[in-house]
């Protein structure tokens, strides 16, 4: 499985993270949409190497659609601070 393109774009996100002006709690949220994003493209990646292609492919496909989200609203910066959501508690 290449996971180039789609590691390409992570990178692209993670960087704009670094350089947005948001408040803490949504540079908390992006940090935790980016973990868990790189977390299914390296499931996708371990998956692919054991053979289980249709699991892999799932995840890769999660990873993309997370990740297209995640760019297209700014990497969750509005700037009114009303967007921060605790996905994992």
């Excluded at 996708?44 to 289980?52: G, Q, V």
């Excluded at 659609?65 to 996905?87: H, P, S, V």
Aim: aromatic fraction near 8%.
């Amino acid at each position: 499985m290449r996971v180039d393109k789609l590691q390409e774009k992570f990178d692209s996100a993670f960087l704009k993270l670094d350089m947005m002006e948001c408040d803490s709690a949504l540079k908390t949220q992006a940090s935790v949409n980016l973990n868990t994003i790189n977390f299914f493209i390296q499931g996708a990646i371990s998956l692919a190497n054991n053979c289980a292609e249709q699991d892999a492919l799932k995840l890769y496909t999660k990873a993309s659609n997370m990740l297209d989200q995640f760019i297209k609203t700014n990497c969750g910066c509005t700037g009114n601070g009303n967007n921060y959501i605790i996905n994992f508690r």
